[in-house]
């Protein structure tokens, strides 16, 4: 009997040795004249067990982690390969039943649902596993339909801006122009983010078959998938997955043998990162400098070579198979408030357990990175978490009772952005990250309004000031100044965010801004 073997070939796990484990076992079970099939899948997101090897018995599978490549002989010894063994191998490294461990037994798994469990090259899988069935009630419903379902569904673009998406696919339905576009945001930058890599990886069927749903609610014919260059494992998986895609009809001419008709190019960005601002990356697509675009006119009059288009996010746009196939209600029951559905939480920074947690809204910050998380990963007291990336506010614990929603943070003067949560230990420089903060706007800004390309390298010497004690408090006042005015006149949301986590570590840790470099807490 055949054993089968899952390894995952998501990029986080290969940084770790998975493809080394890969062939270990290959090699191992070869040489012990054992048949096994080796299955490369994306990651389950658990990163702190990868690589997790996981193997098909008649119970389920049961999954051992993390791999090394020195554990696996020992692994095959104690029979791993065995697939009679319904418990899996006794050996230190046995995890259990993978959908058991408490990290992803707390998940409600919409979005992510097939990650590390489908080979994400195989459409056959992906049918098996309920895909497809979306695009085929959109198909059988019709564009308004869909539309409806979509606005219905409460779903909001989970880039960070956390418009609602259906009423951005009507906007573009009901203008006027031809061809329109959907284009698919997957220049995924913001620090302690990977789910849009993670879902290219590993479930690459998922965010077509929300694309096209999209072409088809909005009249599309053309869509643009843009991933940043540093993706390369993403950009080779989604290729891969549209040529399929195309092969078999799911993509081309008469889409799933209807009259509708919808084709997705790849797009590889240079590595701006402002490029994620919807208007910069269209600029890019162009084949221009990414630079940002006033509004209005909005991308859904006149967008993608001045016609209308449908942007969203990769989270977003893989969305919509489940709304479709499951009905808006399913995805509008889970949530809080006004952000319905689930959301990819990202732990990283000084974190135990950091991974990627699909939950529904209103989990709390505290839950998140305690809980969850399981604090930090120096076994330091948690300071500081900067949530929405780069440009997030940074909340103490003080705030950690704040529920994971978007009105609820922005009521804290924050915002939850793409899902990022970075743990920072007691030993982090507050002063030091409102610098960088200001630096980094400094670097990326593409430079087209003057608040955020003149007012960050302004920031970033009125903070030197600052931790050198010189005229402190008028150089604390020019910094909320500039901070206000960069709020208020910055063209797009780099300029304009960036003094999130300035003033946020200004209110919460003045400390840090009245005496020298944190070194002590750091020894």
């Known amino acids: 009997m055949t054993a089968t073997l899952y390894v995952p070939r998501d990029a986080g796990a290969l940084a770790v040795g998975a493809e080394r484990v890969a062939q270990a076992l290959a090699a191992g079970a070869a040489a012990r004249g054992i048949a096994a099939r080796i ?78 469990i489908v080979d994400p090259l195989s459409l056959d899988d992906y049918r098996a596993n309920g895909g497809l069935q979306g695009l085929a009630r959109a198909i059988a419903i019709g564009p308004q339909a869909t539309v409806e379902t979509i606005v219905e569904s409460g779903l909001r673009g989970r880039g960070g801006a956390g418009f609602p998406t259906g009423i951005k696919w ?4 009901a203008a006027a122009g031809a061809p329109k576009y959907v284009v698919c945001n997957a220049d995924e930058g913001d620090s302690g983010t990977f789910a849009d ?23 599309a014919t053309r869509g643009y998938l843009y991933i940043r260059s540093e993706y390369p494992h993403a950009v080779a998986a989604a290729q891969a997955a549209i040529d ?31 490029c994620g601002e919807e208007t910069a990356l269209l600029e890019s697509l162009e084949g221009r400098r990414g630079q940002v675009r006033a509004k209005p006119p909005l991308p859904a009059h006149a967008g993608l070579f001045g016609k209308p288009t449908v942007i969203n996010n990769v989270v977003s746009l893989a969305s919509a198979p489940f709304i479709l196939a499951n009905g808006a209600a ?44 399981g604090g930090t990963a120096s076994g330091r007291p948690v300071r500081a978490v900067q949530v929405g990336g780069p440009l997030g506010a940074y909340f103490p614990r003080a705030l950690f009772d704040t529920p994971f929603d978007y009105e609820a943070f922005a009521a804290r003067d924050g915002l939850i952005g793409h899902g990022g949560v970075v743990v920072f230990d007691d030993s982090v420089d507050m002063a030091q990250q409102a610098r960088f903060a200001m630096e980094f ?12 390309r003149i007012g960050a390298t302004r920031g970033v010497e009125v903070v030197d000031r600052i931790v050198a004690g010189t005229a402190r408090e008028a150089n604390l006042a020019l910094l909320e100044e500039l901070c206000t005015t960069m709020k ?15 003033m946020s570590a200004l209110t919460h840790f003045p400390e840090d801004f009245r005496s020298g470099p944190r070194l002590a807490a750091a020894e």
């Open 39 to 116: 299955v490369r899948t994306g990651s389950r997101g658990l990163y702190w067990l990868e690589p997790m090897v996981e193997i098909a018995t008649p119970a389920g599978r049961i999954a051992y982690g993390p791999v090394a490549e020195d554990d696996v002989p020992g692994l095959l010894d104690a029979g791993l390969l065995d697939v009679g063994l319904l418990e899996g191998a006794p050996h230190r490294l046995r995890l259990g039943p993978p959908e058991a461990i408490p990290f992803l037994a707390r998940q409600t798994r919409l979005v992510f649902a097939r990650c590390g």
């Open 170 to 173: 009507r906007t573009v339905a």
């Open 197 to 219: 890599r993670m879902l290219l990886e590993g479930d690459p069927f998922v965010v077509i078959e929300g694309m096209a749903i999209a072409g088809v609610a909005a009249g």
């Open 244 to 274: 399929a895609a195309r092969g078999a009809g799911v993509l081309g001419a008469g889409i799933l043998g209807s009259s509708h008709d919808f084709d997705i190019a790849v797009r590889v960005g240079a590595g701006a990162y402002v």
């Open 330 to 373: 399913a995805f509008r029951d889970c949530g809080y408030g006004r952000s319905r559905g689930t959301m990819p939480i990202q732990l990283a920074g000084n974190v135990r357990r950091g991974g990627l947690f699909e939950a529904a809204f209103g989990m709390t910050l505290g839950e998140l990175v305690d809980d969850v998380g």
């Open 441 to 452: 706007c400094a670097i990326e800004s593409c430079g087209k309004c003057t608040p955020c």
């Open 488 to 502: 208020l006149g910055s063209l797009c949301a780099l300029g304009g965010l960036t003094p999130y986590p300035v």
